[in-house]
């Protein structure tokens, strides 16, 4: 039997998509969805970039804010800035989005020393740590309790119970050890995930990195300089052959008759 283009089309896509996933093994996430989120960019000074995704409903409940999670309501970005902006961290993004009915909120910010972050109200439910240790870099995170404030049942909200929390590390050098329990994502990344009611009734959530004290793209732009070096001398050694063994004729080609 002959398989037309069209249907050629779609068994080509669900083949594609089938290696994907099963390449992707415990750390796919591809079709995964958090209803709160915060990720760490972590550089080896201290310095890091964070991102705090979630429902307005969930930043309410967890963080115990009375933001308008109205999804209807026009969204204003001031209120969100001005909570998250402190003298540790400087807001520059704010937006938002909307998913299974519920207004979101995404929120990057810039710190300055990641040590700090747990003083300020919007991250203060963790305590950070993040030192040398011997020959390693070791990033210590322990998230504690939420404010478990009241926002009403959770069906008016739309949760369903299955909503999931996750806090994701960025690290710059060779990840040598830690207890995600999930395989290193692409990019370097690890993921620590939880249920949303687990995060909401307060379970704890430690976190533990320990990584190389050189950064992959310093190694990578030092073996990128020494490769063109390399390239570079054997490309002048052969310019240099050539010309030798030219010049070398010319005295021969000058006797012929």
């Known amino acids: 039997m002959r398989i037309g283009e069209g249907a050629r089309g779609v068994l080509c896509v669900l083949c594609g998509l089938c290696v994907l996933l099963g390449s992707c093994g415990r750390t796919a996430s591809v079709f995964r969805q958090y209803e709160y989120e915060e990720e760490v960019y972590l550089s080896l000074d201290g310095t890091a970039t964070v991102y705090v995704h979630g429902s307005i409903a969930a930043l309410n409940a967890l963080r115990g804010t009375g933001f308008n999670a109205n999804p209807s309501a026009r969204f204003d970005r001031e209120p969100f800035r001005q909570y998250f902006a402190t003298p540790v961290t400087r807001v520059t993004r704010v937006s938002s989005s909307r998913r299974s009915g519920r207004r979101f909120v995404h929120v990057r910010l810039e710190v300055d020393d990641i040590r700090r972050l747990g003083e300020v109200a919007p991250l203060a439910w963790s305590t950070y740590r993040f030192s040398r240790d011997g020959e390693l870099f070791v990033y210590r995170q322990s998230v ?100 030798r063994r030219g010049g070398a004729a010319v005295p021969a080609e000058a006797h012929t008759p």
């Open 144 to 243: 504690g309790p939420a404010a478990g404030k009241d926002v009403g049942p959770g069906k008016d909200i739309g949760w369903t119970g299955r909503e999931l929390t996750a806090f994701r590390l960025h690290l710059p050098s060779k990840i040598r050890w830690d207890n995600s329990g999930h395989d290193i994502g692409r990019g370097n990344i690890l993921a620590w995930e939880q249920p949303l009611t687990d995060r909401l009734r307060g379970a704890r959530v430690d976190i533990e990195a320990r990584m190389d004290p050189q950064s992959i793209l310093y190694r990578t732009l030092w073996l990128f300089g020494a490769t063109f070096v390399a390239v570079a001398m054997a490309f002048g050694a052969v310019i240099w052959w050539v010309i």
